[in-house]
């Protein structure tokens, strides 16, 4: 059976009835009763392989299939994370061990004859990106799950050489195709980008220009040169590939107050989408200082390289628009088709060199040319440090569906906190990028966890971590600190007989009234009650304090 991703209309419930009427596993297809749970390791070694086989079988993607028997193919029903929340958190899970964070397209869930059937939708391996769980790719040897063997693994990585789109030529294309204006904008950039040229380009032709900027192949139009530089009416050259990019404003609900479509020539509508954000300038007072500080929200060198990068790494094979979201909540997300070739941001930060591959290779080398892009290691790089330096955020890449989301946020959310750190010169830029994952309280790895705390950098319980006393001491902010850390468990015990002391009894909300704004901010409400009542039965069990249950008050023994 075949299924590709575009023509596929039928249900999840007719596609697992498909599947079963077949009656066994392939190597795209795998069973599980899975009747009460199921091994997350296993599972993540499952998505490997079937991920793996569905590219090295020419599948839009790959089916597990929980509730159902491998041997015949009989539907028994599954009772694996019953609750929606818990059951899509199985994406994060295993798309936080895979390549690229690669993760389930899709989690259907499905009610059939009266039992619950769980259909986990796996995209295909893209092309040239064997995927990977925990560092270990996985294959099927027939319904057995196996390692990737040396030919399927070089099978895969070598796609990348012979799937650049953007070198295509399109032998019907003509000069008279490309907008003059563009031109001259690309004219400029490459004299920017090489300045020890500058007299020369002057006296080139058109012809000779896009030649040299690797723009054209021996005086053919390529698919790059329409990309960038076409008339709006030379698209039809690029079809079916879909060349777009998308403006949109929405309000602090996320409701779609704007919108805006820009076409070719891309070159020029960089330009176009850069003045349609709005300009609005943000001012914070830095500490220590009498005068505000004022910038712009976004730096325009940001914006461009996200949206450059967005041109340059597009799947545009995929047919999907590239997306820009100006949320009016101050922040704005950039959007591209296809997988994020390096795996991560930060594997590119540490690996500190640019890309050896790159899935539009030619037209890389032309933004390149053009002075549109750097090369992607310092341009993302270069990003994370213009944010690091304004106080801001750090840029949050989000690498699921096969699709880059990069998030860009226009304010401070903690001046004492980002602040300070920022200025520490101790601090790396992967300390930094760490240390701003615990300010927006994302999902750090055991690994991770692990550095902090090594470098006494957090401190708390997972998953109410917290920045350590040294950081503290050294941002000025040993108040904030104790304020986040809290009292501990003996003076929270102190405060409650000292209570008793004075008052002779007290009611569980008294002692919650007095006791809650003291304890950790890092706990939500649920946390710190707990914390009361722990407090309370634990000084009962050592014959200090004992309730009363008909008046439900405490007293001292």
């Not at 990019?245 to 309000?251: A, G, I, S």
């Not at 176009?272 to 009498?290: E, F, H, S, V």
């Not at 840029?395 to 304010?411: A, D, F, H, R």
């Not at 941002?475 to 000292?498: F, P």
Request: hydrophobic share 35%; charged share 25%; with cysteine.
């Amino acid at each position: 059976m075949t299924f590709h991703p575009s023509s596929d209309t039928r249900s999840p419930a007719e596609i697992i009835a498909a599947l079963c009427a077949h009656g066994h596993e392939n190597e795209v297809v795998e069973f599980k009763e899975a009747k009460t749970s199921y091994d997350t390791e296993k599972l993540g070694k499952y998505f490997s392989a079937l991920s793996n086989e569905a590219n090295l079988q020419e599948q839009g993607r790959a089916w597990l299939v929980f509730g159902v028997k491998d041997k015949g193919a009989e539907i028994i029903g599954s009772q694996y994370r019953r609750e929606t929340a818990h059951l899509m958190k199985i994406k994060e899970e295993i798309g936080n061990h895979t390549t690229g964070n690669l993760t389930f397209t899709r989690i259907h869930e499905v009610w059939m004859d009266g039992k619950r059937v769980l259909l986990f939708e796996i995209p295909a391996a893209p092309q040239g990106i064997p995927i990977a769980w925990k560092r270990h790719y996985y294959a099927r040897d027939n319904e057995a799950l196996v390692g990737l063997n040396l030919i399927e693994l070089e099978t895969i990585r070598s796609q990348r050489s012979t799937s650049d789109w953007s070198v295509g030529v399109c032998p019907e294309a003509s000069l008279e195709d490309l907008d003059s204006t563009a031109i001259a904008k690309a004219r400029d950039e490459y004299g920017i980008k090489n300045p020890n040229q500058s007299d020369a380009i002057s006296e080139w032709d058109d012809a000779t220009f896009l030649n040299k900027a690797k723009l054209t192949i021996n005086g053919q139009i390529t698919r790059t040169a329409l990309l960038l530089l076409g008339k709006p009416e030379s698209e039809h050259y690029l079809s079916p590939a879909v060349f777009r990019m998308t403006w949109l404003l929405k309000d602090k609900d996320g409701i779609e107050k704007d919108y805006q479509h820009y076409g070719l020539p891309l070159i020029l509508s960089v330009d176009q989408i850069l003045a349609k954000i709005r300009r609005i300038r943000y001012r914070y007072m830095l500490p220590g200082t009498m005068f505000p500080e004022e910038v712009e929200q976004y730096d325009s060198y940001l914006i461009r390289e996200a949206l450059h990068n967005a041109i340059a790494h597009q799947d545009y094979t995929l047919g999907g628009r590239i997306i820009l979201i100006e949320n009016e909540d101050d922040s704005l997300i950039f959007v591209n088709e296809g997988s994020f070739l390096p795996g991560s941001a930060e594997a590119v930060i540490e690996a500190d060199a640019p890309s050896t591959s790159y899935r539009n290779q030619f037209l890389v080398a032309a933004m390149v040319n053009l002075n549109l892009i750097d090369t992607i290691g310092s341009g993302i790089k270069k990003m994370f440090r213009l944010q690091r330096e304004r106080f801001f955020p750090l840029p949050e890449y989000n690498l699921e569906g096969g699709k880059v989301s990069v998030t860009i946020q226009g304010k401070v959310l903690d001046l004492g906190y980002a602040t300070k750190l920022a200025q520490m010169p101790d601090l790396g830029l992967r300390d930094i990028i760490l240390l701003d994952k615990i300010q927006k309280r994302k999902f750090l790895t055991a690994t991770e966890i692990q550095y902090l705390k090594r470098a006494k950098l957090i401190e708390g319980r997972k998953p109410n971590f917290h920045i350590s006393a040294d950081v503290a001491s050294q941002t000025a902010q040993k108040v904030d600190y104790m304020r986040q850390r809290g009292i501990d468990n003996d003076y929270c015990r102190k405060m409650i007989l000292d209570s008793l002391e004075s008052f002779k009894s007290m009611s569980r909300s008294q002692f919650e009234e007095i006791l809650s704004g003291k304890l950790s901010e890092t706990l939500n409400e649920k946390q710190k009650s707990d914390k009361i009542r722990n407090a309370l039965q634990a000084l009962r069990r050592e014959g200090k304090i004992r309730y009363l249950e008909n008046a439900q008050l405490w007293e001292l023994n």
